[in-house]
């Protein structure tokens, strides 16, 4: 006998609910840190400069001073190139006019996404190891160069001088408290860490394995114990600032770490040590949304931001990869 079901009569109402969830990471720290500047052309420079080794051999009495020491002679210029960064939506009169679930206004909707999309880029551009590049004008757009380039991976910047390159990193599989502190020793001992507190941008990876540290170093003896009030039914077990011999570092997750452009995959193990007052974002055009003209499909638009990273010094940093 046949009979009405939900399965095979026309007419009947969908049931969309008015919300819209989007769940992708958004935090952006590297950009959070960075002091801000403007840049005035394609590409922009800063100066380092460093101390000689100490001299405690001495001065004989009556000695004339003969000789002088050119006190410009380790200034070295470093540079980098902005990289233009672009987000374009369009939406058709058609769309529009219709009454979509969750969405008061598509253009505003599109505009919104835009915006935060361009940010996610830009970080990740900082935190990769891509490197530097002129516009050619043939296909080969300007870049800017990556952080982790900056500080060696994948070979040492040869416009970089010696003196001025990163000396403090590890590619350990795992990380151990010894290893991340021979890191933080290694920069110690390259700079004096002038700034005072470090920021660990670490993958989710490298944070678990931070918030292991000191609390079994064997299979028998436990080396950190911590006491908590049981009323509160809860128990931490995450480091999110570590004091060591060499410093304070704030631990902060971040999932845009040595990424590949256009690639969703989380390098869970890489990790950038940095120095918040040597690092800074130059822009050549702050983030801007234009709308084009509407030319009969409907109305468009795109969003754009032309930037730069400024890494100080590369030794005032370090990485894990």
Known sequence: MAKASSYNTVGNKEDIMSTITILEPEACPLISMAKKGKASATFFEWQADSLLSPD????????????????TAN????????????????????????????????????????????????????????DRQADSGSGSPYKTRGLLKWLGVGGQPSDVPAEYQNVANDTTATQTETTFNNVLQELYEANGMPGGQLTLLAGPGLKREISDFSRVSS?????????QDAESKKITLSVNLYEGDFGMVS????LFINR????????????LLIDPEYIGMQSLKSESVTELEDQGGGRRGFVDVICGLVCNSPKAHGFFN
Do not use: H, P, W
Not at 56 to 71: A, L, M, P, R, Y
Not at 89 to 113: H, P, R, Y
Not at 114 to 126: D, G, H, L, M, T
Not at 260 to 271: F, I, K, L, N, P
């Open 251 to 254: 631990v902060a997750s971040s």
């Open 75 to 130: 200034r070295a210029r470093l540079g980098n190139y902005v990289q233009k960064f672009r987000d374009t939506f369009q939406i058709s009169d058609i769309q529009e006019l219709v009454d979509t679930a969750g969405v008061s206004n598509e253009m505003a909707l599109a505009e919104s996404k835009s915006i935060r999309q361009i940010k996610r880029s830009i970080e990740s551009a900082f935190c990769s190891a891509q």
């Open 56 to 71: 405690f051999s001495g001065v004989e009495e009556g000695e004339d001073v003969s000789s002088f020491t050119n006190q």
């Open 219 to 227: 299979s028998t003896r436990n080396t950190y114990q911590v006491n």
């Open 260 to 271: 590949t452009s256009g690639s969703d995959t989380v390098d869970a193990d890489a990790g």
